[in-house]
């Protein structure tokens, strides 16, 4: 099936549209056109990305009449950094970018990460567009608004809240990813279970994954749409988008990103709700229903990591205010609580 079979309106304070859909990328300069009058598009984009994607994306944005330049960096983490927003920069200044030209970040979680903040930066700001091409990317990153760029001390400690003009997802793309990519994104998706639909927990318990991938992204995105028209800039609710990323991200940092990003978060995910369940916030049931369906599903559930090298990175997250952090817990399956605890009870906390 092709075209789009999906939409989420995402009510920001700058509105924007999320479609989702099925070799969509090939029409991607006429959607593109009906929601910006710039004339230029610098394509942001991984080599990676480069090679499957960028000649059919660049082709459809220059058939649709505009003017297309491309950036592309090595892929992973190791670019998540500011050397990379700096030639970014550079880059946008020498094919001569204006504040009504636009960004198209083509690829997963990174890519859309830092073209978003190079975006959210170059003259003061100018548009990006999101065209996720991982689950992870899709499911999550590529939609709310959050870019950013790791520093030596931890994760997405540098960025800006910069919400995309639209996004684009072409779930054809998914079927190019190694199986340990997609993971990362499934990862993520029971997540939003946990915190906000049973329902959908249920059905990725079922195999849902298998029968109903487009479904599946949509509702992602509309549980986080949600949360980002009731809490923009994280101040709040918004932080229980976070289950699972304070302990992920530092097992990211501690592994030296060997450990990816859904991988860690899915560690993160079971810590927690041990946590929860030994505060007494849930039952144990809960604990166990998240641990079998992440195993069942082909994602790690402990790290070897001890906990007090893991407690160090997470007393720098950028979510500590002061002598506490905010942790995401479950009291039951869809639905999880904000949990303030000291800084220096990190490891007790997650102890055992």
């Known amino acids: ?16 549209r999320v479609e989702i859909g099925r070799n969509v990328l090939a029409s991607s300069g006429t959607a593109i ?3 910006t009058k710039a004339k230029r598009l610098a394509v942001i984009t991984d080599t990676t990305v480069e090679a499957l994607y960028a000649p059919v994306v660049c082709d459809s944005l220059s058939a649709a009449g505009f003017q297309v330049c491309k950036f592309a ?24 970018l204006t504040r009504t030209d636009c960004i198209v970040a083509l690829g997963g979680g990174i890519v859309g990460d830092v073209a978003g903040f190079a975006a959210s930066i170059y003259l003061r700001g100018i548009s990006v567009i999101q065209l996720p091409t991982t689950f992870l990317a899709a499911v999550d990153s590529s939609v709310g608004g959050k870019t950013g760029v790791n520093l030596p001390a931890g994760k997405n400690l540098v960025g800006a809240f910069w919400q995309p003009s639209y996004v684009l997802c072409d779930c054809a793309c998914f079927e190019t ?42 509702r992602c995105v509309a549980i986080k749409s949600q949360f980002v028209a009731a809490d923009e800039f994280d101040r709040g609710l ?14 990211e940092k501690c592994s030296d990103y060997a450990v990816t990003h859904g991988h860690a978060v899915a560690i993160g995910m079971v810590a927690a709700a041990k946590t929860a369940v030994r505060l007494g916030l849930c039952d144990s049931a809960v604990s166990e229903r998240v641990y079998a369906l992440l195993t069942r599903l082909g994602l790690p559930t402990k790290t070897d990591i001890a906990v007090e090298t893991l407690a160090s990175v997470m007393r720098n997250d950028k979510k500590a205010a002061g002598d ?26 997650f102890a055992g």
Request: hydrophobic content about 45%; some cysteine; aromatic content about 6%.
């Open 1 to 16: 099936m092709n075209g789009i079979l999906q939409t989420v309106e995402v009510a920001a304070a700058k509105p924007y």
């Open 33 to 35: 056109r009906a929601v």
């Open 73 to 96: 960096f090595a892929p992973g983490e190791t670019s998540k950094n500011l050397e990379t927003i700096g030639k970014i920069l550079d880059f946008l200044t020498e094919n001569g």
């Open 177 to 218: 990813l190694p199986k340990e990519t997609f993971l990362d994104g499934v990862s993520e998706t029971v997540k939003y279970g946990v915190i906000a639909d049973a329902d959908l927990f249920a059905k990725l318990e079922a195999g849902a994954l298998e029968t109903e991938i487009e479904a599946i992204t949509a």
């Open 238 to 251: 918004r932080q229980i988008l976070n289950y699972g990323h304070t302990l992920g991200h530092a097992v």
């Open 324 to 349: 506490a952090i905010t942790l995401v817990l479950p009291a039951k399956i869809g639905e999880c609580v904000l949990h303030p605890v000291p800084l220096a009870s990190l490891e007790t906390v």
